[in-house]
T-cell receptor, first 111, second 113 residues
Framework: GENVEQHPSTLSVQEGDSAVIKCTYSDSASNYFPWYKQELGKGPQLIID?????GEKKDQRIAVTLNKTAKHFSLHITETQPEDSAVYFC??????????FGTGTSLTVIP | GAGVSQSPSNKVTEKGKDVELRCDPISGHTALYWYRQSLGQGLEFLIY????????KSGLPSDRFSAERTGGSVSTLTIQRTQQEDSAVYLC???????????FGPGTRLTVL
């Protein structure tokens, strides 16, 4: 089956700096890669996603890049703010009912 | 509008007891997922319902776990003869259609003593 690895497990950045979280996947058939933000006591919330026919997608301060050849994808958050502090999960999907999640990155933005 | 709701928010039970966890998906969402989130781990897929199709139970860890979805809406995850390793947060998500954006509930934190 698919195996998704996520790094780093924890990340601290100064407010205003950028944060980058990286994920790798093993199954080249994966074609959908969502990123989720989970705040304390809440369920994960989709923040951005990318499909395998696209190399990069941007939404304001958040961007995701995908390298299908290397089987890795990354989340980039620019101009970080304290409210960006949360746990971020990447995921890879082959079929609509099969989502494989990374182990999460706890991001702390220091004011 | 209302999002995905789950109840109870917290459940403490004794080893060997049965528990039922409830999920109310967003109205009109045809797909429903259950996940388990253990401390420091990612989300582990448990089961998937889509419309009236037979559910995908391939993620259920043992035959002590079962789930049903009545009337294509509310879903119940049942864990029989709970074990300490069942302690985790159980998350439910729904989506308007297969492979669509998943909307997660707040989860049920299960603690088995």
């Amino acid at each position: 089956g698919e195996n998704v690895e996520q790094h780093p497990s924890t990340l601290s950045v100064q407010e205003g700096d950028s944060a980058v979280i990286k994920c790798t996947y093993s199954d080249s058939a994966s074609n959908y890669f969502p990123w989720y933000k989970q705040e304390l006591g809440k369920g994960p919330q989709l923040i951005i996603d990318i499909r395998s026919n696209v190399g990069e997608k941007k939404d304001q301060r958040i961007a995701v890049t995908l390298n299908k050849t290397a089987k890795h994808f990354s989340l980039h958050i620019t101009e970080t703010q304290p409210e960006d502090s949360a746990v971020y999960f990447c995921a890879a999907s082959i079929k609509s009912n099969q989502f494989y999640f990374g182990t999460g990155t706890s991001l702390t933005v220091i004011p | 509008g209302a999002g995905v709701s789950q109840s109870p928010s917290n459940k403490v039970t004794e080893k060997g007891k049965d528990v039922e966890l409830r999920c109310d998906p967003i109205s009109g969402h045809t797909a429903l997922y259950w996940y388990r989130q253990s401390l420091g781990q990612g989300l582990e897929f448990l089961i998937y319902f889509q419309g009236n199709s037979a559910p995908d139970k391939s993620g259920l860890p043992s035959d002590r776990f079962s789930a049903e979805r009545t009337g294509g809406s509310v879903s119940t995850l049942t864990i029989q003869r709970t074990q300490q390793e069942d302690s985790a947060v159980y998350l439910c998500a729904s989506s308007l259609q297969p492979a669509g954006e998943q909307f997660f509930g707040p989860g049920t934190r299960l603690t088995v003593l």
